[in-house]
């Protein structure tokens, strides 16, 4: 008998802390993250069949889980409509964590609510790496170029891509995951003195490394909400910091020839007399949707249809390169037709109206980030965003179920 409760028992330690672990790697290395994953489920299949108590299917057969589910299961449907079978299944891979991270985090281990407090830290965790490894890098490399400017921080080599480089992965994906951190960490309701301002210190480092990131939808998003969020409470004190956090780095970043040019760039794009790339390629997509309106092109066949349109209107560069959509709302009409709009719509307003009855702010303020973004990016045809979505769902979902037990 000892022996079993020892076993079952080390067992949920090695689960729980795989689970930490694939929060704590996600902005660090998709590798590793991805093979800890496996790990997990590998656990989980484990766990399932050894100990009736560990999992609970009802948990899973509501609507805000099965809604995750069906962004996994929309792809196996895709390949009813697909004439290339090899890049349909790929497709389904990187859609996986639609299904397994909603499987994980509903666990009856779960129900215990210090276990999602350890994975609000993992996160933190995680965060708080992906600042320091990329700050010791940037320095190492100012140390052998004898350069310390703090402009300098704010060149093409220190920031967007050059700062992501690092990690391996997108500026915007990692943006998504400082500003869930950003929106733990803020200390609204902290009354310890010392943790506090370690928690406001840990937020102004974060907010300079969005900053530094140069994701453009991300930032504007950020400081639009950050600044209705301290108006809205008077937090003043907050405010003027931040303002300060916000003036040093537009001073550094603005004097920075690359940073302002982006800047401008995305600024022009609303002007009449400019022609832009990325929504000259969103038209192009959007004839694709007008082509193939019902049930779109299915699972594995859009990749050939974009660079079939490229090379109709000219776009050479994003035919060699085989960019995507960059609007996820767009990749699913065309992957998907009306039905993947439906899905993608009902999806984000179902976890917004759970988010705001029971007043998930944190929750909300992240699935906006992540609206927002998918607006100029396709954030589900990435492992990363495919992953950080399945787990602020999860959690979601984890605080509905608390709420209906109460």
């Known amino acids: 008998m000892y022996t079993k409760y020892s076993m079952a028992s080390r067992l949920k330690n090695i689960y729980l802390i795989s689970i930490f672990l694939v929060l704590i790697s996600l902005p660090l290395s998709m590798r590793f993250n991805n093979f800890v994953l496996g790990f997990s489920v590998l656990l989980f299949i484990i766990r399932y069949f050894k100990d009736k108590n560990f999992f609970q299917p009802k948990r899973v057969l509501n609507i805000n889980t099965m809604l995750v589910v069906s962004l996994c299961l929309i792809e196996v449907l895709g390949l009813l409509n697909t004439e290339n079978l090899g890049k349909g299944i790929k497709e389904i891979e990187s859609s996986l964590s639609f299904l397994f991270i909603p499987l994980l985090f509903l666990s009856n281990d779960f129900n215990d609510k210090k276990n999602i407090e350890y994975c609000y830290f993992s996160i933190i965790i995680g965060s708080t790496l992906l600042v320091l490894i990329s700050w010791v890098c940037i320095g190492m490399s100012f140390i052998a170029k004898y350069d310390f400017s703090i402009t300098y921080l704010f060149s093409n080599e220190y920031t967007y891509i050059g700062l992501a480089k690092y990690v391996g992965a997108h500026p915007s994906y990692l943006s998504l995951i400082i500003i869930f951190s950003i929106g733990l960490l803020f200390p609204v309701n902290d009354r310890n003195y010392k943790r506090r301002n370690v928690?406001?210190?840990?937020?102004?480092?974060?907010?300079?490394?969005?900053?530094?990131?140069?994701?453009?939808?991300?930032?504007?998003?950020?400081?639009?909400?950050?600044?209705?969020?301290?108006?809205?409470?008077?937090?003043?004190?907050?405010?003027?910091?931040?303002?300060?956090?916000?003036?040093?780095?537009?001073?550094?970043?603005?004097?920075?020839?690359?940073?302002?040019?982006?800047?401008?760039?995305?600024?022009?794009?609303?002007?009449?007399?400019?022609?832009?790339?990325?929504?000259?390629?969103?038209?192009?997509?959007?004839?694709?949707?007008?082509?193939?309106?019902?049930?779109?092109?299915?699972?594995?066949?859009?990749?050939?249809?974009?660079?079939?349109?490229?090379?109709?209107?000219?776009?050479?560069?994003?035919?060699?390169?085989?960019?995507?959509?960059?609007?996820?709302?767009?990749?699913?009409?065309?992957?998907?037709?009306?039905?993947?709009?439906?899905?993608?719509?009902?999806?984000?307003?179902?976890?917004?109206?759970?988010?705001?009855?029971?007043?998930?702010?944190?929750?909300?303020?992240?699935?906006?980030?992540?609206?927002?973004?998918?607006?100029?990016?396709?954030?589900?045809?990435?492992?990363?965003?495919?992953?950080?979505?399945?787990?602020?769902?999860?959690?979601?979902?984890?605080?509905?179920?608390?709420?209906?037990?109460?």
């Open 199 to 406: 928690r406001i210190g840990l937020v102004c480092i974060h907010i300079i490394f969005l900053f530094q990131l140069l994701s453009r939808a991300a930032i504007l998003y950020f400081i639009f909400v950050a600044l209705l969020f301290l108006f809205k409470k008077r937090l003043w004190k907050h405010l003027a910091l931040i303002s300060l956090v916000f003036t040093f780095i537009t001073y550094h970043g603005y004097r920075n020839e690359y940073t302002k040019n982006r800047i401008d760039s995305f600024v022009s794009i609303f002007k009449e007399d400019t022609k832009s790339w990325r929504f000259e390629r969103m038209k192009l997509m959007f004839e694709i949707f007008e082509e193939n309106p019902i049930i779109g092109v299915g699972t594995g066949d859009i990749s050939n249809f974009r660079k079939d349109k490229y090379l109709d209107n000219k776009h050479f560069f994003a035919a060699d390169k085989n960019y995507n959509a960059h609007n996820q709302l767009l990749e699913y009409l065309t992957t998907f037709g009306v039905i993947g709009g439906v899905l993608y719509f009902s999806i984000f307003f179902n976890f917004f109206y759970r988010c705001y009855k029971l007043k998930l702010w944190v929750y909300m303020f992240v699935l906006g980030a992540i609206f927002i973004i998918s607006f100029t990016e396709s954030i589900f045809e990435r492992y990363m965003g495919v992953e950080f979505f399945a787990i602020i769902t999860s959690l979601i979902v984890i605080k509905t179920l608390e709420n209906n037990n109460d």
